[in-house]
């Protein structure tokens, strides 16, 4: 089976400076990894990479098996995105914004209303069809973009630190809703974050810092690598940062 998304030897540079250097990943189907790293890890660089928002002029990326810069539309046809910085329109309701999102796919008005209704009633989120996004707490606009995320039904997603400012109880919420879709439908997750609590000993770990991969495996690997009973003291340990910088 191909894996769902492949990184190999990936780099990118902002002028002198190197942001990822020679990143190779793999995110096997059905699994949901775990991008851990800092602010400046490079989490956002890559997922920009991804994205095709930025050109990866080295290395190779797939999605699906489908070669990112020489199938970019089977490719991306398969990819689902949660940005980090908020991307709903306030001012249209929550069905205006998947309609806009839907014709971006090529869906048809009735079709993305359909899965629109569909996404939401999965989310709970069915009553709030109607209701401009800017009337959502802070946690339902989040439920909210990862149903558009799924609206053109992809097997992967990546998701950049989709709970940072969210309160526990809808962190919560969004980490199991997200997981369910990963245990009921085989969805690929790729989740970026630098919240060990996000981190089930199980997951799949790929520790990013600086722009370089320094550890992959899952939480008992790295904490057997780096002689720490924690994740928070392997991360400590194998990245030289003081623990109190990581959550
Ligand atoms: N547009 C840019 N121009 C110049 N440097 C950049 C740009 N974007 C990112 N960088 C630099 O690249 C490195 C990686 O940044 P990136 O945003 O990818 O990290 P991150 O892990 O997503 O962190 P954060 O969670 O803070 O966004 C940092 O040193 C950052 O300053």
Same mark, same amino acid.
Do not use: W
């Given at each position: 089976m191909v894996p769902a998304i492949e990184v190999a030897h990936v780099s990118h540079a902002f002028g002198a400076r190197k942001? #990822?250097?020679?990143v190779s990943l793999s995110v096997p189907q059905g699994a949901f990894v775990a991008l851990l790293g800092l602010n400046g890890a490079g989490k956002t660089t890559l997922f920009s990479l991804l994205t095709r928002?930025?050109?990866?002029?080295?290395g190779r990326i797939a999605i699906m098996g489908s070669d990112l810069r020489r199938r970019p539309t089977e490719a991306l046809g398969r990819l689902g995105v949660v940005f980090q910085a908020r991307t709903l329109d306030?001012?249209?309701?929550v069905l205006q914004n998947f309609t806009y999102h839907a014709s971006l796919h090529g869906l048809s008005r009735a079709e993305g209303r359909h899965r629109a209704e569909r996404l939401l009633a999965r989310f709970s989120l069915?009553?709030? #069809?109607?209701?401009? +996004?800017?009337? #959502?707490?802070g946690g339902q606009a989040r439920r909210v973009e990862i149903a558009r995320s799924l609206l053109h039904d992809p097997r992967v997603v990546i998701l950049d &630190?989709?709970? +940072?400012?969210?309160?526990i109880a809808a962190r919560q919420d969004i980490v199991s809703l997200v997981r369910r879709l990963v245990d009921e439908d085989g969805l690929s997750v790729l989740w970026a974050t630098? #919240?060990?609590? &996000? +981190?089930?000993?199980a997951d799949p770990i790929v520790l990013l810092h600086k722009g370089r991969v320094l550890a992959r495996g899952t939480t008992p690997d790295l904490c057997a690598q780096a002689g720490e009973p924690s994740l928070a003291g392997a991360f400590r340990k194998i990245t030289g940062t003081p623990t109190e910088e990581a959550a």
């Open positions: 942001a #990822l250097d020679d928002l930025y050109d990866n002029v080295t306030p001012d249209l309701t069915a009553d709030r #069809l109607n209701d401009k +996004v800017r009337s #959502l707490s &630190e989709p709970t +940072v400012g969210l309160d630098h #919240l060990f609590d &996000e +981190v089930r000993p």
